[in-house]
């Protein structure tokens, strides 16, 4: 079990609910007429933010979660201060808090930017892109990927510039990547270490890593990642605020993320 911001909204919901309930099934064992004005100012309290708290558990648990991207490795795609949604029910529906499956609807596609829980600190949120599927071999050798024995296309866009607190990136080369029928953007620094290497990735696990290759911590240094870690899959941009440098992105409100 996580205690995480789902267990405190849990935990919230039920006990808002307990003493707004609670109160009620006094004044009727009680046979005292509700008024409201002569409520208690917890039961007060909790009347009014049960419905609330109760709602946004539904909508985080089960529809689509915020999440704020801190750092550059998935850029070009995501930059540092993008505000995303995560839709919450794309690879089934989990109870909350226990995180346990109960319904089976679909599986991580390659290609799909996905949120899952740091296999090595399941307290910590990551964003990474699926690279590999249950069962795929995937190689990746002088910057270049091939899954399956077979090389991914990459295409030269020429020379990426960066903004804000990406601004660091700038000069690495911008590169269009076919990951078959995903097409995606990614970075390649040329002055970074060449890090390769090859990997099976196991049943009900995923290969993952960030667009920014060179700058990201993904599935070549620390794994790959287990199914039941799998948050859901990054969808859209509703807000972008770099704080340090540009603020508000107005340009980037409204981005779907593929």
Known sequence: MNFDFSFFLFSASLITGIIWGGYLYYLKRTNTEYIEANEPLIVEYARSFFPVVLIVFILRSFIAEPFRIPSGSMMPTLLIGDFILVNKFTYGIRIPVINKKIIEIDEPKRGDAVVFRYPKNPAVDYIKRVIGLPGDRISYVNKHLTVNDKPMKQVSLGRYQGIGQGKTM?????????LLPVEHEILINHNAPNIKGTFIVPKGHYFVMGDNRDNSNDS??????PEENL?????FIWMNWDWENTGIGFNRIGTVIK
């Not at 070549?220 to 990642?225: A, E, I, L, S």
């Open 170 to 178: 700038t000069g690495s080369e911008l590169l269009s990547e076919d």
């Open 220 to 225: 070549r240094y620390w794994g790959t990642v």
């Open 231 to 235: 948050v859901g899959r990054a969808f």
